[in-house]
Each structure stands twice: as C-alpha cells, then as structure tokens.
C-alpha cells in the first residue's frame, strides 16, 4: 500500500476554526476517515475543510 506523502503536511491539514460547527464536523469526519485508513477520505475532508474555511474563515 502506497501512502502519498504531503508536500506540507499542515497545507494538507487545515485547523478547524474554534466554536465552527461546520469546521467540527469536517474535522471529524477527517478524523473518521483517518482511523478507517481511508486516506482518499482524509484528503477529502481536508478539501472541504479548506474550501469552506477560505469562504467562511477568510483571514
Ligand atoms: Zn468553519
């Protein structure tokens, strides 16, 4: 089994943002897919955390 490795693992792995309920649920989801082995699923989530939070967290 192939693991890709990141190139920056915390561009890969955003921070979900405190009280979010959005982001909370992401990161669980994450965290889900993470304990699964189901790394497709992990990037996903990262994917969707990363969009929502460039829409909702804007810095
Ligand atoms: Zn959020």
Same mark, same amino acid.
């Given at each position: 089994? *192939? *693991?890709?490795?990141?190139?920056? #693992? /915390?561009? @890969?792995?955003?921070?979900? =943002?405190? $009280? %979010?309920?959005? %982001? =909370?649920?992401?990161?669980?989801?994450?965290?889900?897919? @993470?304990?699964?082995?189901? $790394? !497709?699923?992990? !990037?996903?989530? /990262?994917? +969707?955390? +990363? +969009?929502?939070? =460039?829409?909702?967290? #804007?810095?």
């Amino acid at each position: 089994m *192939i *693991i890709p490795q990141p190139r920056d #693992p /915390n561009e @890969h792995r955003p921070e979900p =943002a405190q $009280g %979010c309920v959005a %982001c =909370a649920y992401l990161a669980r989801l994450r965290e889900r897919a @993470h304990a699964a082995g189901d $790394g !497709s699923g992990v !990037s996903d989530a /990262n994917v +969707r955390m +990363r +969009r929502h939070q =460039a829409q909702e967290h #804007p810095t």
